[in-house]
């Protein structure tokens, strides 16, 4: 098969870590018959340098004609004087906007290996942490009308949270469908004793899961699910909720886990087209050093190749890759012990390559 990938390596570490999926996609090509053509094209704060916006119509257009996209990271010091809608991460939210990507796929997993890197007690850890976090992208408060105004009490801001019952629907869809090929678990996160919004969105999941009677469906506070997630991850297999939840949530199961280096995300469409990123962001600070770890966004490729080629066999085997060279001892500095010797960006990409 034959598939044509844009990739957006952006800023900071992005670029570093992109070239280690790439490296570890020809390997698979090779291996599995597939023909991966690959355009490299820019977005965030490396566009505002060159074209003045975050998101120009070129690397759209060139995302438009591929079949999926691999994202490095935008954003970093440089632009944070920039208003809201001229900053690198403005592209991001073109990108999800323009694709219709509402569905934000975020495992993360604690690897037995790695178990010391855990932040949590022993007798947390070694229970174990599988999560998958399917957080809705394209609405709520991150896209909900904002602005500011004068009022009686002098001047104002405000964002809207607006959740219609389509954008409900189909990001319960797409949780309860992974909740089937794994425990059969849903947890839905809301604030439903504050929130409008939230009373809404419940309601919505409670009339929805009548229809998958075999999958155990719980409500929980987002407040209360910041503190079990430490308390006890174990007892989350699938999470469902609003962007701005997903968003907060999401980061924080991350860090349980060891290192945010480690873990990827899909953002997909109705037609599993999707955006394929880490998570950890651009790290400017570590930037063109050599040191970041660039097995989220291998496992980022892999997730594009599960969720958007349908490629099951081949995704599986990045990710067998991944853990053999962890319990093999291999090691970036993000996840290397104390005095431990560790691995460059692209040595360890080139461990995960030769491990397939």
Not at 178 to 192: C, F, L, N, Q, W
Not at 272 to 287: L, R, V
Not at 340 to 354: H, N, P, Q, R, Y
């Amino acid at each position: 098969m034959e598939y044509n990938i844009a990739l957006v390596p952006g800023d900071g570490i992005g670029p570093e870590v992109v070239e280690e999926a790439v490296k570890v996609l020809h390997k698979i090509g090779e291996k599995f018959g597939h023909k991966f053509n690959f355009k490299y094209t820019i977005a965030g704060g490396a566009a505002i340098d060159q074209f003045g916006e975050p998101l120009p119509k070129e690397t759209l257009d060139i995302c438009k004609e591929s079949d999926a996209i691999i994202l490095g990271a935008v954003g970093g010091y440089k632009w944070d004087h920039m208003p809201l809608d001229k900053r690198p991460e403005k592209a991001l939210l073109g990108l999800r906007y323009a694709f219709g990507l509402y569905a934000n796929l975020r495992p993360a997993i604690l690897y037995k290996t790695l178990k010391d890197a855990c932040p949590l007690k022993d007798e947390i850890s070694d229970k174990g942490i599988d999560i998958m976090v399917v957080r809705e992208l394209t609405g709520g408060i991150y896209f909900g009308e904002k602005g500011r105004k004068e009022t009686e009490k002098g001047k104002c801001a405000y964002d809207t949270e607006l959740y219609s019952e389509k954008e409900v629907k189909r990001i319960l869809k797409t949780a309860f469908e992974i909740a089937e090929k794994r425990s059969k678990k849903v947890t839905s996160i809301d604030k439903a004793n504050v929130l409008e919004s939230s009373l809404f969105w419940r309601e919505i999941v409670n009339e929805y899961a009548k229809d998958y009677p075999h999958i155990e469906l719980n409500h929980m506070l987002a407040d209360n699910a910041t503190m079990q997630l430490v308390r006890d991850p174990s007892q989350f297999d699938v999470i469902v909720t609003t962007n701005m939840f997903g968003d907060l949530l999401s980061d924080e199961a991350s860090q349980i886990t060891g290192s945010i280096g480690l873990l990827p995300s899909a953002s997909l469409n109705e037609d599993n087209f999707g955006m394929f990123e880490p998570i950890h962001g651009s790290a400017p600070d570590i930037a063109g050093k050599g040191i970041a770890n660039p097995v989220a966004a291998i496992l980022s490729a892999a997730m594009m190749l599960k969720y958007s080629f349908m490629l099951e066999e081949e995704s599986k085997t990045i990710e067998n890759a991944v853990e053999k060279a962890l319990e093999s001892g291999h090691r970036t500095k993000d996840i290397a012990g104390k005095g431990e010797k560790f691995l460059s960006t692209s040595e360890m990409g080139d461990v995960i390559a030769g491990l397939l």
